[in-house]
């Protein structure tokens, strides 16, 4: 698998309206995009930090995936996603080649538009890790 660079940080938040004014008046990000990802059951919120960009991710629904990370007392950093050059289907059949626990087992439409699968932290040092595409 070819990663050409750290795609962005998902950021797990309550309230994306509560979280955004110490992004844009503390460290002077801005929003770029909102958007609701319906079958995540999420609505996440883009900014651009240099070369990187921070998702926050707020669940949509009490069985979201953010919404019981976030009922376990976990906050902040939920995953770091990678885009990989050589496509996130091949990234998947290699990690699952080399006995990485895959989460999704083929590529899956996400924010942005992107392709993506995430990989599970018990195979990826407890870090939820996420392959994305362009």
Not at 10 to 33: M, N, Q, R
Not at 57 to 66: C, F, G, R
Request: hydrophobic content about 40%; glycine content about 8%; charged content about 25%.
């Amino acid at each position: 698998m070819k990663i050409s660079h750290i795609e962005h940080l998902g950021i797990a938040v309550p309230s994306i309206e509560e979280a955004l004014p110490y992004f844009k008046e503390i460290l002077g990000l801005d929003c770029y995009a909102v958007e609701e990802v319906a079958d995540q059951k999420v609505k996440t919120a883009f900014l651009k930090c240099g070369e990187v960009k921070i998702e926050l991710l707020e669940p949509t629904s009490p069985d979201s995936t953010i919404q019981k990370w976030l009922d376990k007392g976990n906050h902040g950093v939920h995953h770091v996603a990678f885009c990989v050059e050589d496509g996130v289907a091949n990234a998947l059949a290699e990690c699952d080649g080399k006995g990485v626990r895959l989460i999704d087992k083929a590529p899956r439409k996400g924010a942005e538009n992107l392709n993506i699968a995430f990989l599970h932290p018990k195979s990826t040092c407890g870090i939820l890790t996420e392959l994305c595409e362009h």
